[in-house]
């Protein structure tokens, strides 16, 4: 068969594709078969395209205006004879590169795995039983179905197709759905013209069909053109490009001092080798090189966590704007509630019913008026369960630990309902086949099947959907006898209205009649000549952690918003439960109500509307540009293909993982592997802890360096000798970075994050009083160096000893500011000395490591140290403890004021 695989399909016959591939458009490929076909042709996937190798990316991280700088520096000193401090400079140039390397690898590794974690999913015919696989297992053959909203897993051969249209701008560029249908085509005809021809990686936007299965993996039209498929590379947000573009700024600013420490050192009489060096020193200890890194380093450690939660990141820049989430806007059906549905009550003949039981086991009993009846003594009840049957497309399937459904759980509860009368799915399909489907979509609201009425010249519809969507083409209605009658719009909508109010979800169920001799519905028909058989309200209780999840969202400024398609009086009972709504709150902004305000009235009523319902997915898009209009960060839940707009409009557009269709996934930042509520609000939290840990890298890094370079200027200034030398400050800046400032990532959330508005995104990264913190402790940190290395000196100790002096006196500074930044506003005891156990490892291999540079004489011959005595570590421990002390009473009397101004 792998010889045929690359013919083209469109100009044959059905029967004949069929045959070539050898597989059957009702039963589909057997288990075996399958089996077989997947080691021929292997799995269902593009190869792995080559990205940037280790060697590229380690080369790559040389190509840095600061390596330049420092290649160059190690060049000239070399020239000048110094050997050893030119292989200390290439040496820290090679392992910043290796470390760069290797983080950058890690961060694309852990981006790539997430992506790995949102597999694809097809619906498949095998054995004659329709089934759910991974994409990846689809095989020459086999037969798909797809519906609106689905992504083509694989090149398909159409065989039936319904109302079909297909976005393949992916693949042709075009623009608009092409229309699709199941017939032959010349052979001449074009890939973009190919109408009955699916192919791989393009979007079902409306109707359905069935197809066979003709190409996989890189067979496919897409795995041909998979050169046009962009790389993996390093990823990068709006805040590593602005810390990016503020580090360039920055190194122009110290090349300019650099400079200048330059010219006036040579002007004080100086030798110009000195001055270069102290030059050098300074240009490499204001630079806060490892930055860009470490932000992303600690973006990336962010989305591993959002994943724990069960939120996927699609999209690193997310991470930056969760936190600063102002309105979030979410679906009820399975992202609220539990999307366990059970019918509890059914309206049907002007009488209602309770039903017992509840779950998918189909047990339980029949009831109205308090008294037991059986199903079957009611005609319309019956027909009304009947409805709910057929018009279906899920199935109840019972396993080792119990009864389950394959498909939507609104479905599986009218399969339940009606198990519970004794009608059985199998023997109702067989005597009633289906012939066509018109299915579910959320501008028309409905979803119809049309059966062999058993004579040759009727065939008959069922139908189910909302009430606005059915209720006005219902001429009929049946009445207890389970005769015709006219229908009573106001009783049914009473009815409706009854079941909504206590938070019932309520589907119409109708039945329409067609001439057996017509081919097609065509636009309008399913709606045509149709019966009212009656109501099914089921419930879908509230999530128990959405309670709690909505009332962390109201206590961190955060407005929740709930959009639905469902009833009103439905989306207000479930908005009162979960504390969304208070209980005597009657306001609901439907639909309807919003297709009659202008933009202006609009976006004056939403500041104020919490339940929106009867809502369509272009109306979810208007609603996002309202909020927007004032100022609001809106994440936006959604699951449909009309979606789509909405979730890209949002700044947090948020796709369901179980419910939500390939096309509403592609259009989000982030998907929620079990569509829950909850998981917003640990992501919104966890997005808060991210730019927290940013901002506490920052706050931590810069004084070092700016510590530093006041050290270089104030000895050239004064005309004495450098305190510490180039290749010191490289070593503390690469030791201190890696095993200090990089475990503030792994930072937990402070208690009462979300207890504290939102952040504007618009703000500067470092306020005001973080600025002043940063120049206080630089220049804590430099008169604590410069004063100790003279002081060593006037003490008669050698240069090099007073060196290792000024060095150990910037490390342990920095260590104990880090205990500072553990919180900018708290103490870090508050946290748990014990929270960060990362930190707490890095704090004891750096002292190791400075007892290492102090003590070994490799070390000192490298970095011109020498040992120092207990008093010298005296004197560098009081006055770094003076530091944390320092900054600990500053954060005090700060909170202190803030609590008096509040």
Known sequence: MASILSRLWHHLPSHEVLELLETDPEQGLDILEVGERHARFGPNALSERRGKGPLLRFLLQFHQALVYILIAAAIVTALLGEWTDAGVIFGVVLVNALVGSIQESR??????????????????????????????????????????????????????AHQLSVDESALTGESLPAEKHAGTLRHDTLLADRRNMAYSSTLITSGSAIGVVVATGDDTEIGRISALISEASAPETPLTRKISAFSRI??????????????????????????????????????????????????????????????IIRKLPAVETLGSTTVICSDKTGTLT????????????????????????????????????????????????????????????????????????????????????????????????????????????????LHDGGTEQLRISYLKGSIEALLPHC??????????????????????H????????????????????????????PLENLVFLGLQGMSDPPRPDALTAVAACHAAGIQVKMVTGDHAATALAIAQQIGLAPAGQTRVLTGEAIARLSDAEFIDT????????????????????????????????????????????????????????????EAAEMVLTDDNFAAIEAAVEEGRGVYDNLVKFITWTLPTNLGEALVIMVAVLAGVSLPILPVQ??????????????????????????????RNPRQAIIHLRLVLRIVLVGLMLAAACFGLFEWALANGASEAAARTVAVNMLVMGELFYLFNCRSLSRSMFVLGLWSNRWLLAGVAGMILLQLIFTYTPAMNAAFHGAPIGLDAWARIIALSATIYAVVGVEKWVDQRLRLKKA
């Open 729 to 758: 400050i490289l070593w503390i800046n690469m030791t201190t970075a890696l095993l200090l400032g990089l475990t503030l990532a792994f930072e937990s959330g402070e208690p009462g994050i979300m207890a504290r508005p939102p």
């Open 338 to 449: 539990k999307n366990q549905m059970t019918v509890l009550e059914v309206m049907a003949g002007d009488e209602v019913f309770m039903l017992s039981g509840a779950g998918y086991t189909p047990e339980g009993g029949f009831s109205t008026g308090g008294k037991p009846l059986d199903p079957k003594q009611s005609p319309a009840l019956m027909e009304c369960l009947r409805a709910g049957l057929l018009c279906n497309d899920a199935r109840l399937e019972q396993a080792e630990e119990g009864w389950h459904i394959e498909g939507d759980p609104t479905e599986g509860a009218l399969i339940v309902a009606a198990a519970k009368a004794g009608l059985l799915q199998d023997a109702l399909s067989e005597a009633l086949p289906r012939i066509d489907t018109w299915p579910f979509d959320a501008r028309h609201r409905y979803m119809a099947s």
């Open 606 to 665: 939403v500041e104020a509307t919490t339940v929106f319902a009867r809502v369509s997915p272009e109306q979810k898009l208007r609603l996002v540009e309202a909020l927007q209009n004032h100022g609001h960060v809106v994440a936006m839940t959604g699951d449909g293909v009309n979606d789509a707009p909405a979730l890209r409009q949002a700044d947090i557009g948020v796709a369901m993982g179980c419910a939500g269709t390939e096309v509403a996934k």
């Open 475 to 496: 001429g009929n209605a049946l009445n207890a006898a389970g005769e015709p009658v006219a229908v009573d719009p106001k009783a049914i909508q009473h009815s409706a």
């Open 498 to 525: 009854s079941m909504a109010k206590q938070g019932l979800r309520v589907l119409l169920l109708a039945r329409g009649s067609l001439p057996a001799e017509a081919e097609d519905w065509g636009t309008q028909k």
């Open 250 to 311: 920055l190194l122009y600013v110290i090349l300019g001092l650099a400079a200048m420490t330059f010219i006036v050192g040579t002007l004080h009489g100086e030798s110009w080798p000195d001055m270069f060096m102290a030059a050098v020193a300074l240009a490499v200890g204001a630079i806060p090189e490892g930055l860009p890194a470490a932000l992303t380093i600690t973006l990336a450690i962010g989305v591993g966590r959002m994943a724990k939660k069960r939120a």
């Open 107 to 160: 961060a694309i590794h852990a981006i790539e795995a997430l992506a790995r974690i949102m597999t694809r999913e097809a619906t498949v015919i095998r054995g004659g039983r329709k089934q759910v696989v991974e994409s990846l297992e689809l095989v020459p053959g086999d037969i798909v179905s797809v519906q609106p909203g689905d992504k083509v897993a694989a090149d398909l051969r159409l065989l039936h």
